[in-house]
Structure formats: structure tokens, C-alpha cells
């Protein structure tokens, strides 16, 4: 079997009747992209104890979750799936390494965003105050989650990955830099995020 002689989709096909010769032929195709994505994700991260072959590795199961989940009835180019697959791995782990353990009061939620441009915190006034009792503290944690879910639930894709990174730590140029957008498409994209954090909280 020669990968010329097949297209993606008819190797995804073949991998999913227990081809796996068409697996590896799939596998070696994407290597040289799974290796730039991760190489670029690298100095992110390389100070937080995750070495290149870890990304690497990351990658390999995003696109294991690629040929898994991919349905060409969406009228997707496996190519496009499969890197948005392989660049979610890889950033998932990216932000892991980069996310420390906080207070809950004071930066788990991050909706500070560090008073870049000029911004102020929605819930600033609510989880600045160091008086919350430990079950106080615990309640507030759990709320916290609720409302992060229940705001995910209407963000694309693209507003997850800037919210997630953002949490993370990361500022604006480098978030640009790792979804390879420009900083005024991540400062639209933030200013989107805390109107839905304000309507979900006007609701509640």
C-alpha cells in the first residue's frame, strides 16, 4: 500500500476496518505536521516540566482522535480536522503545564485578565474580599464552576481556546502567537467572552 495510491478519507477508511498498514502510512503523513505544531507550542511550555516529546505525543493522540471522530458527511477536509485535532491536544497540555494551583478567590476564574487594556474585572468585586470563611470559599468555588460551564456552553471554539489560554496565564501577544491570530482578534474575542460572563450572571 502507497499512500499516493489513497486519499485521506480512503485510509481513514481503511484504518477504521483494522487496516494497519494504512494507520501507519496515515501516521508517518502527519508526523512532519505534528512535529511543527509542537515545536512551535515548545518554548510555551519547556519551563513547566513538558519536554518536546511529550507535545509530540499529544499530537499523535489528537490524531488518533482525528480518525476516530472524523465524518466526512460534514463536508470537512480530513487535513483541516485532523490539525484542529492535533493543535487542541497539544495546547490542552500547553495550558495544563502553564496552570498553577491559586486561590480560589483571586485567580482561578482569571476574569481580571490582568488589567490589559484597561479592562476591569467582572467578578473582581465579588472575589476580592480574603473574609470568606473555608466553606464559604468552597461554595464560591463550586458556583465558579457552574458559571464557567454553563458560559463554555455558548462559546465557539476559537472563544474556548482564547478563555482557556487566557486563564492559563498567557497574554495577549501569546495567545495570538499560539492560535496564530493577531492580538486584536484575541482582545475582540475576550471582550465577547465577558459579555457572555455578564449576561449568564445577570440571568442567575
Do not use: W
Amino acid at each position: 500500500m502507497k499512500y499516493r495510491d489513497y486519499n485521506d478519507n480512503e485510509l481513514v477508511y481503511y484504518i477504521r476496518e483494522n487496516g494497519e498498514e494504512a494507520n501507519q502510512i496515515l501516521f508517518k503523513k502527519y508526523e512532519p505536521l505534528i512535529h511543527s505544531i509542537a515545536k512551535k507550542m515548545y518554548p510555551y511550555c519547556k519551563y513547566n516540566g513538558v519536554d518536546l516529546a511529550d507535545l509530540i505525543q499529544e499530537g499523535m493522540i489528537g490524531l488518533n482522535q482525528a480518525i476516530q471522530s472524523y465524518r466526512e458527511e460534514n463536508d470537512n477536509l480530513f487535513f483541516t480536522f485532523a490539525k484542529k485535532c492535533i493543535e487542541r491536544k497539544i495546547i490542552t497540555l500547553v495550558i495544563a503545564s502553564k496552570r498553577q494551583k491559586h486561590k480560589i478567590l483571586n485567580e482561578s476564574l482569571s476574569l481580571e485578565f490582568n488589567g490589559e487594556e484597561g479592562d476591569v474585572g467582572i467578578l473582581e468585586s465579588v472575589l476580592s474580599d480574603d473574609s470568606f470563611h473555608p466553606e464559604e470559599r468552597l461554595f464560591i468555588e463550586e458556583a465558579e464552576k457552574e458559571l464557567t460551564e454553563k458560559v463554555k456552553q455558548s462559546l465557539t471554539d476559537n472563544e474556548e481556546r482564547i478563555f482557556d489560554l487566557k486563564r492559563a496565564g498567557f497574554n495577549y501577544k501569546e495567545i495570538a502567537s499560539i492560535i496564530d491570530k493577531n492580538p486584536k482578534t484575541v482582545d475582540n474575542a475576550l471582550q465577547r467572552i465577558k459579555k457572555k460572563f455578564r449576561k449568564v450572571l445577570e440571568e442567575r
